[in-house]
């Protein structure tokens, strides 16, 4: 009859507490100890030999660390293999039971981790085949074990038991401790667990309750070999009663077993086995136990305003400055007062697509959806309105035909909001939906804090960035006599159309190579197809408006450019972006690289960051970098983010970012890495390369 886990602790703990009042002192029985610069190992045996008639010896497996290095759990997370032990050479040894002792989270490269520090014991429950017989213990035991490095050990333990009476009080208490953190069964706990949902295989929600009240809750749940999660967002009810956590899955195992989720609080540790999962997501009605430091918050503020106005001369500035100057040109022969109201509706235009921003974001997280900046860019019907838009906005440049309003509307509009300023408003949206695709300075910290707080920070963070954007517009409103300086109107207008119009014709190809990369050249040659009819069209409308035959060409159209976006890009139009030396994003390879004292440089890009584009044509495809991500020992990898991947925007989350570019560089001596600005310069690129890995470890 195999004893109960919470019978074992109680036995052990019991026969510790007695022999330390009135046993005397007996030899210890321990193996002999395996010795590295690392680590020191022993297997202890709490009884000084076999009884008569017993069945059953307590025994451990203990493990002292030097400072720095850790062992892993059972479940080691995303990387990591849990410590194995062969029994096979022992004698009079029917069964062993090793038990796990509660692991603490600890993180390396990026990665969570759990398992032990300093010193374990894995209590064993060895069960005996004759009660009369002495033993020979055999333990071949396999450990990975890592600090800035991994290091496998393979080593052999042996103990001989004989027979004979008595216990080793120290042994009993040390194994008797570590018994004790071993997580209990959750039926024998007042824990329960009261919902469970695999939200779109994105994350893993759990509800529990504990009547006595949470202290410092941690969660490990277990979802066969190869999956992974991340560290939980956990909240607590205002009584602290109740328990929601949010759990990043980073990997889920195609050979699935069943969920097993262990808890552990400050004063005890419960495992439950055979975890149900709904489909009801259960909501968190509860504040983040973990919330934002509200003194950042007017800081924050500020880096958000100086973030929107940098992106006024990002890369991606042609493409706005374009729609800006050609709003400059139509305001120019206004009165003053319709100069500033134009230039303000402008502006309101642009805050007023942060706010609908905004409150996509809210929307899409109250949905359980993960978010980023900039994400709207692999959306593929976002991005066939947004060419069918631009495209028409470059074609009125070129004079092809005039964009107007019916008469009916511009009256309503004339009465509601003045003459021409819903085109302004427009305008300012337009210039906004533009410059998203950029990630300027400053703003990579102002995202984090808004997409990881509150309603409140995120309506404020994005309309901060929003005034800021929309800054020129607010000056040129406030002094309107800057417009006086511009030449007066004439036929060099003409040619400034034509060259906004190219630039904007320019945008529309930029666009362009991006929808090939989020779905296929095909549906990319049907959108420019349909954007080139659409043209016709509406330069056949203006000559002959009753032509109702170009009409139904262009309603035909439409229906023809919804159909495809619809198909899943083929295996033929993918595009493969890791070459020469790039290889393709790992998250769990990062640690086995850096543990073999390789230096990891990671490259967060897609096709619709033009500050990535900058980045790699600048700095990461010449010289020096390039030499220097080529060397040997050096790891470049590429994270393409073109089109939604959970694993990246894990990864993203995990270092506190939801914008790209990101760049980061792992080693040796940085195994936590070196964040990197998103605009890059050679210089710093090289000096974190040298920064990550100072002794060279792993170069030749």
């Given at each position: 009859?195999?004893?109960t886990?919470?019978?074992?602790?109680?036995?052990?703990?019991?026969?510790?507490?007695?022999?330390?009042?009135?046993?005397?002192?007996?030899?210890?029985?321990?193996?002999?100890?395996?010795?590295?610069?690392?680590?020191?190992?022993?297997?202890?045996?709490?009884?000084?030999?076999?009884?008569?008639?017993s069945?059953?010896?307590?025994?451990?497996?203990?493990?002292?660390?030097?400072?720095?290095?850790?062992?892993?759990?059972?479940?080691?997370?995303?990387?990591?293999?849990?410590?194995?032990?062969?029994?096979?050479?022992s004698?009079n040894?029917?069964?062993?039971?090793?038990l796990?002792?509660?692991?603490?989270?600890?993180?390396?490269?990026?990665?969570?981790?759990?398992?032990?520090?300093?010193?374990?014991?894995?209590?064993?429950?060895?069960?005996?085949?004759?009660?009369?017989?002495?033993?020979?213990?055999?333990?071949?035991?396999?450990?990975?074990?890592?600090?800035?490095?991994?290091?496998?050990?393979?080593?052999?333990?042996?103990?001989?038991?004989?027979?004979?009476t008595?216990?080793d009080?120290?042994?009993?208490?040390?194994?008797?401790?570590?018994a004790?953190r071993?997580?209990?069964?959750?039926?024998?706990s007042?824990?329960?667990?009261?919902?469970?949902?695999?939200?779109?295989?994105?994350?893993?929600?759990?509800?529990?309750?504990?009547?006595?009240?949470?202290?410092?809750?941690?969660?490990?749940?277990?979802?066969?070999?190869?999956?992974?999660?991340?560290?939980?967002?956990?909240?607590?009810?205002?009584?602290?009663?109740?328990?929601?956590?949010?759990?990043?899955?980073?990997?889920?195992?195609?050979?699935?077993?069943s969920?097993?989720?262990?808890?552990?609080?400050?004063?005890?540790?419960?495992?439950?086995?055979?975890?149900?999962?709904?489909d009801?997501?259960?909501?968190?009605?509860?504040?983040?136990?973990?919330s934002?430091?509200?003194?950042?918050?007017?800081?924050?503020?500020?880096?958000?305003?100086?973030?929107?106005l940098?992106?006024?001369?990002?890369?991606?500035?042609?493409?706005?400055?374009?729609?800006?100057?050609?709003?400059?040109?139509?305001?120019?022969?206004?009165?003053?007062?319709?100069?500033?109201?134009?230039?303000?509706?402008?502006?309101?235009?642009?805050?007023?697509?942060?706010?609908?921003?905004a409150?996509?974001?809210?929307?899409?997280?109250?949905?359980?959806?993960?978010?980023?900046w900039?994400?709207?860019?692999?959306?593929?019907?976002?991005?066939?309105?947004?060419?069918?838009?631009?495209?028409?906005?470059?074609?009125?440049?070129?004079?092809?035909?005039?964009?107007?309003?019916?008469?009916?509307?511009?009256?309503?509009?004339?009465?509601?909001?003045?003459?021409?300023?819903?085109?302004?408003?427009?305008?300012?949206?337009l210039?906004?939906?533009?410059?998203?695709?950029?990630?300027?300075?400053?703003?990579?910290?102002?995202?984090?804090?808004?997409?990881?707080?509150?309603?409140?920070?995120?309506?404020?963070?994005?309309?901060?960035?929003g005034?800021?954007?929309?800054?020129?517009?607010?000056?040129?409103?406030?002094?309107?006599?800057?417009?006086?300086?511009?030449?007066?109107?004439?036929?060099w207008?003409?040619?400034?159309?034509?060259?906004?119009?190219?630039?904007?014709?320019?945008?529309?190809?930029?666009?362009?190579?991006?929808?090939?990369?989020?779905?296929?050249?095909?549906?990319?040659?049907?959108?420019?197809?349909?954007?080139?009819?659409?043209?016709?069209?509406?330069?056949?409308?203006?000559?002959?408006?009753?032509?109702?035959?170009?009409?139904?060409?262009?309603?035909?159209?439409?229906?023809?450019?919804a159909?495809?976006?619809?198909?899943?890009?083929?295996?033929?139009?993918?595009?493969?972006?890791?070459?020469?030396?790039?290889?393709?994003?790992?998250?769990?390879?990062?640690?086995?690289?850096?543990s073999?004292?390789?230096?990891?440089?990671?490259?967060?890009?897609?096709?619709?960051c033009?500050?990535?584009?900058?980045?790699?044509?600048?700095?990461?495809?010449?010289?020096?970098?390039?030499?220097?991500?080529?060397?040997?020992?050096?790891?470049?990898?590429?994270?393409?983010?073109?089109r939604?991947?959970?694993?990246i925007?894990?990864?993203?989350?995990?270092?506190?970012r939801?914008?790209?570019?990101?760049?980061?560089?792992?080693?040796?001596?940085?195994?936590?890495?070196?964040?990197?600005?998103?605009?890059?310069?050679?210089?710093?690129?090289?000096?974190?390369l040298?920064?990550?890995?100072?002794?060279?470890?792993?170069?030749?």
């Amino acid at each position: 009859m195999r004893i109960t886990l919470a019978g074992y602790q109680g036995l052990l703990v019991s026969l510790a507490l007695f022999l330390v009042l009135v046993a005397s002192p007996v030899r210890a029985l321990e193996s002999n100890a395996y010795r590295s610069e690392v680590l020191t190992a022993r297997l202890i045996v709490a009884e000084a030999g076999i009884a008569p008639g017993s069945q059953f010896l307590s025994a451990g497996l203990k493990i002292e660390l030097e400072e720095g290095w850790k062992a892993y759990w059972r479940s080691p997370g995303e990387v990591g293999l849990p410590p194995e032990i062969d029994w096979k050479g022992s004698t009079n040894l029917e069964s062993v039971d090793m038990l796990w002792p509660a692991p603490t989270r600890f993180r390396a490269f990026g990665i969570e981790n759990f398992g032990y520090a300093k010193q374990v014991i894995f209590p064993l429950q060895l069960r005996l085949a004759n009660s009369d017989r002495a033993a020979e213990l055999k333990g071949l035991v396999d450990l990975l074990i890592c600090s800035n490095v991994c290091i496998p050990e393979r080593f052999e333990l042996t103990l001989p038991v004989p027979l004979g009476t008595g216990v080793d009080a120290k042994a009993a208490t040390d194994i008797a401790t570590w018994a004790a953190r071993v997580p209990v069964a959750g039926p024998e706990s007042a824990i329960a667990v009261s919902g469970a949902s695999l939200k779109q295989d994105q994350a893993l929600v759990v509800q529990m309750t504990r009547p006595s009240g949470w202290n410092n809750p941690d969660l490990f749940p277990e979802f066969g070999a190869g999956s992974a999660f991340g560290a939980p967002d956990i909240r607590l009810t205002s009584d602290r009663t109740g328990l929601w956590a949010s759990i990043p899955i980073l990997a889920l195992s195609e050979e699935q077993t069943s969920l097993r989720i262990t808890v552990v609080d400050e004063d005890v540790a419960v495992t439950f086995d055979d975890v149900n999962t709904t489909d009801v997501v259960p909501a968190p009605p509860y504040a983040s136990e973990t919330s934002q430091d509200r003194g950042q918050f007017f800081p924050i503020l500020l880096l958000s305003f100086l973030g929107g106005l940098v992106l006024n001369v990002m890369p991606c500035v042609l493409p706005v400055l374009s729609i800006k100057f050609g709003s400059a040109l139509r305001m120019k022969n206004r009165s003053v007062s319709q100069l500033r109201a134009g230039f303000l509706a402008t502006a309101g235009g642009t805050v007023a697509f942060m706010w609908v921003l905004a409150l996509a974001v809210i929307a899409l997280q109250t949905l359980g959806y993960a978010v980023g900046w900039g994400v709207q860019f692999q959306n593929a019907y976002f991005l066939i309105a947004l060419i069918l838009v631009v495209g028409l906005f470059a074609a009125n440049l070129f004079g092809v035909f005039e964009i107007s309003l019916p008469s009916s509307w511009m009256v309503r509009l004339s009465g509601r909001f003045g003459q021409g300023y819903a085109e302004d408003f427009s305008t300012g949206a337009l210039a906004a939906i533009l410059a998203t695709p950029c990630s300027a300075p400053l703003l990579g910290t102002a995202i984090a804090f808004a997409l990881s707080g509150t309603t409140g920070d995120i309506l404020a963070v994005f309309t901060a960035m929003g005034i800021g954007l929309a800054l020129p517009y607010i000056l040129v409103a406030a002094w309107p006599g800057f417009l006086s300086r511009l030449p007066k109107p004439g036929p060099w207008m003409i040619s400034v159309k034509i060259v906004l119009g190219l630039l904007l014709a320019g945008t529309v190809a930029w666009l362009c190579w991006v929808l090939i990369g989020v779905t296929s050249p095909t549906l990319t040659g049907l959108v420019l197809l349909g954007l080139g009819l659409i043209v016709l069209a509406a330069r056949a409308y203006q000559v002959q408006p009753r032509n109702g035959l170009l009409w139904g060409m262009t309603a035909v159209l439409g229906m023809t450019l919804a159909a495809p976006a619809l198909l899943p890009k083929s295996s033929d139009d993918v595009t493969d972006s890791i070459t020469s030396y790039w290889v393709e994003f790992d998250r769990s390879r990062i640690a086995r690289e850096v543990s073999q004292g390789k230096t990891v440089f990671v490259d967060v890009t897609a096709d619709w960051c033009i500050t990535c584009k900058a980045n790699k044509t600048l700095v990461l495809d010449r010289e020096p970098v390039l030499g220097a991500l080529g060397e040997e020992g050096v790891i470049a990898m590429r994270a393409d983010w073109t089109r939604p991947d959970a694993k990246i925007q894990s990864y993203l989350e995990a270092h506190g970012r939801y914008a790209i570019p990101f760049n980061i560089v792992y080693g040796p001596d940085a195994p936590e890495g070196i964040i990197l600005s998103e605009l890059l310069s050679a210089d710093a690129v090289l000096e974190a390369l040298s920064a990550a890995n100072l002794s060279g470890v792993g170069k030749r």
